[in-house]
């Protein structure tokens, strides 16, 4: 038990740099792009750590135990999501607005900049001159910019072709530019870039050729051991299977459970096993749901589909047909690529063969409610989406699994309930 102690563990905001754990070769990447003046582009889906690995970029004391100096560095970030319509002024309108706030000890800098404000010519133009003025100072400028996923979306204010100037922008920035030579820019999206944006243009190079690419994935088991230092326990293999059944080391999943546990381990008496499971229900839907809205209705057919053949194997009794699923599969494999690079599910390789499993367990009881959830008009639509993968005849038997799913309900129910037995190994281990 931890008595009168404060919860080491954080939900709904960016780690603050002392408890950021991990990473560590992307945080060497980063700082050896910056080091060379280069661009990074950091990829990852929902809740993966993006926004905490800009601000563990931004701290001066992780700058020191890379050996490098942050007072060479002016830092500067943002999310796009705070640039609101984003517009490309829009855009150096904040990133000015903040350059300034950080250049207190450039009292000229910040007049000028101020004037630009003012006058309201915020623009590409206004920031490469005063890049010229830092680096008449040996100063350098990195760019910490989350959500860029914005910058690559079409609004009614912000159209195609303002899209393609703002790319065409930041590239001529970041590549032809004179002062170049003291800029870096770290950007972060939920998706490639390349499979993001504009249109290319076949006679041109691509926008986007000027980033080194890395992905955020779930947490390894190294990355997962540091995590539960807190806890001050032994991590076994047991244990490590257990936490890869509830959050598969996805960092916000891991988050909330740890969160959920260290909580309840303050109390004085052992946590209830199904009152644990309705707070950790309740505390990842959310999550879930935001995860469930981000997919495109191909994704989503594909999850249901994930979920129901999952289900069929927990069933006891009766069970729906679901027939030649793996190949259904194996016919959607790049969809189920982007799928495990979103962190939503997991690829299994077992003396060859290729399985799939939800990268948390939560999810798959998540997906049959949303399931029970949806009106009729829904899932005629997506039984209609259903043949784009697959046959008629296993649309058909699809169709019918969710018939079962919906007149069975006790079965189902009974089925779903999986998760407490997982739950209260978990508890036991950190009581113990």
Known sequence: MYPNLQNPFVVGTPIVPERFVGRKSLIAAAFDQINNRSHLAVWGGLGTGKTSFLVKLASPDTWKQYGLDSSIAVRVRFSCDE??????????KKLLSLLKDNLDS???LQGNINTVLTESRASIDSLRQLLVELAQRGKLLVLLIDDYDVALVQTQEYSEENMQQFLSECRNLAVYAQPRQNISMI???KKRLNDLGPRLNPNASPWYNHYLFRQIKPFDNMEIEQFLQPFNKPITADLRQVIGEISGGHPSLLQIASFLLYQELRN??????????????SSTQPFFDNTWQSCNLKDQNLLMLMALAKLRGRLERRRYDLKDVDRIFTQSERSLTNLE???????IANNGNISYLFTSSLMEKWIIQEIWNSDNDLLTKRQKEFLNLMSHQQAENIKNAIFWVEKYRNDVISSLKFIYPIVETLIKFFVV
């Not at 640039?83 to 150096?92: M, Y």
């Not at 004085?268 to 229900?281: A, I, N, S």
């Not at 690079?341 to 690829?347: A, N, P, S």
């Open 83 to 92: 640039v609101e319509p984003f517009t490309p002024f829009s855009f150096w």
């Open 106 to 108: 450039e009292p000229e």
């Open 187 to 189: 950007v972060t999206s």
């Open 268 to 281: 004085t008496t052992l946590p209830h096993v199904e009152e644990f499971v309705r707070k950790l229900e």
């Open 341 to 347: 690079e979103q962190g939503v599910i997991k690829r």
